[in-house]
């Protein structure tokens, strides 16, 4: 079954921690990108990579890091210094076959909450 | 000025019916366009792709584009309460990777 999973779904964090969210495909997409869902709001993006040891800051990356050692794997972390980080977390992949913009795949979320 | 705009809505339409949402776009040389259904809690699900000016039909529904308006349009046809979801549109603008989305057009179908 090819997909996009996302771990673990529900995550909480403590203030001045950091946490690690996990994304990895199965469907041999190049490209791989985080977005963050506010209540009520569209999708901002954080970070997003075309390929493996490559990936380029969003519009709203500071206080997130990512690594993209694995074409499967986009790990994101929340750091301490993002001071508002309750939200929903979305990564999606795609693959380049029509000039550079192809169908986006989404995984199920993580949804992320700070005590 | 937002780079893609959605009314919010929400759009309420009597089961049965044509649901039209649109989304306009302000980078001319945007090249491929989306429209994603969100159901409450869950994450987007691409329900249609188009790349080129005019229709495109898959099942209940109909993406309509026009490239010189800047606009793209989603028709559900034989709205379902099953419907009753948040579309988003997203838009690929020229000389990024980026997907830029909409906020959003929340539409309820009556039973």
């Known amino acids: 079954d090819g997909g996009i999973t996302q771990s673990p779904k529900y995550l909480f964090r403590k203030e001045g921690q950091n946490v690690t969210l996990s994304c990895e495909q199965n469907l041999n997409h190049d490209a791989m990108y985080w977005y963050r869902q506010d209540p009520g709001q569209g999708l901002r993006l954080i970070y997003y990579?075309?390929?493996?040891?490559?990936?380029q800051k969003g519009d709203i990356a500071e206080g997130y890091s990512v690594s993209r050692e694995k074409k499967e794997s986009f790990p994101l972390t929340v750091t301490s210094a993002q001071k508002n980080p309750t939200a929903f977390y979305l990564c999606?992949?795609?693959?380049?076959?029509?000039?550079?913009?192809?169908?986006?795949?989404f995984g199920p979320g993580t949804r992320l909450t700070v005590l | 000025q937002k780079e893609v705009e959605q009314n919010s809505g929400p759009l309420s339409v009597p089961e049965g019916a044509i649901a039209s949402l649109n989304c306009t776009y302000s980078d001319r040389g945007s090249q491929s366009f989306f429209w994603y259904r969100q159901y409450s809690g869950k994450s987007p699900e691409l329900i249609m792709s188009i790349y080129s000016n005019g229709d495109k039909e898959d099942g209940r529904f109909t993406a309509q584009l026009n490239k010189a308006s800047q606009y793209v349009s989603l028709l559900i046809r034989d709205s379902q309460p099953s419907d009753s979801a948040t579309y988003l549109c997203a838009v690929t603008p020229s000389g990024t990777y980026k997907y830029i989305f909409g906020t959003g057009t929340r539409l309820k179908v009556l039973a």
């Open positions: 999606a992949s795609n693959s380049f076959t029509r000039g550079g913009y192809n169908e986006q795949f």
């Open positions: 990579s075309q390929i493996v040891n490559d990936f």
